[in-house]
């Protein structure tokens, strides 16, 4: 099967929301050639299939869309494919908590969503946040940010790319600096908080 045709087939495989994280993950991706967040938002797997192919390369997309899915927790799936491609099966993800079901087939019996409520939320927060600065001076305040990251934080030009920069470091702390940044965001966006507790009920 051509390597276009097996990665649409695997993407069309994905719940909508595992189908979000992957494009998200994309876009978190340091690499040159980078995926911009422009270049993936609203787009069917079509169209990010044909832009994978295109950036990289049929060979270079394939491995970029297993390694993408084991990093979603789409273990099966990324073996899946590897086997379809007739690529090596890509080591298992670790994972200390059960990941929510990655296929549409799955979704219907799968568990509710377990962890942080900033973490399940975590696309969301990064696409829907606005009144960022206010967020930021509480995390310093609170000590969750250290001074040298609120200037990095501050310096970066987009709210999105600042909410990425939360969830790459400071975040990754534990759950108290996600309560702060929880804290933050019921005063300062509680419209997006009480829509986002709405679709987790």
Known sequence: ??????????????????FRE??????????????RTAEVEGKSRVVITKLLVSRYGQSEALSRTIT??????????????????????????????????????????????????????????????SNINPILDHLLKEEVLTQEQYDQARAIPTTQDKMRFLF??????????K??????LEKEEKYLIKDLRGKSE
């Open 168 to 177: 790459r470091g400071p975040l990754k702390a534990g759950e108290p600096s």
């Open 68 to 129: 993408t899915l084991r990093v979603i927790g789409c273990n099966d799936e990324a073996e899946r494919l590897a086997k379809e491609a007739d690529l090596p099966p890509p080591k298992r993800a670790r994972s200390r908590t059960p990941p929510p079901e990655c296929s549409a087939a799955g979704a219907s019996a799968a568990p509710a969503m377990k962890g942080h409520f900033v973490d399940r939320h975590q696309i969301d927060l990064i696409k829907r946040v």
């Open 179 to 184: 309560d702060e940044l929880l804290s933050a």
């Open 22 to 35: 992957f494009c998200h993950e994309l876009t978190a991706l340091d690499e040159e050639p980078r995926v």
């Open 1 to 18: 099967m051509p390597p276009q045709r097996t990665i649409l087939n695997a993407l069309q495989d994905l719940t909508e929301e595992k």
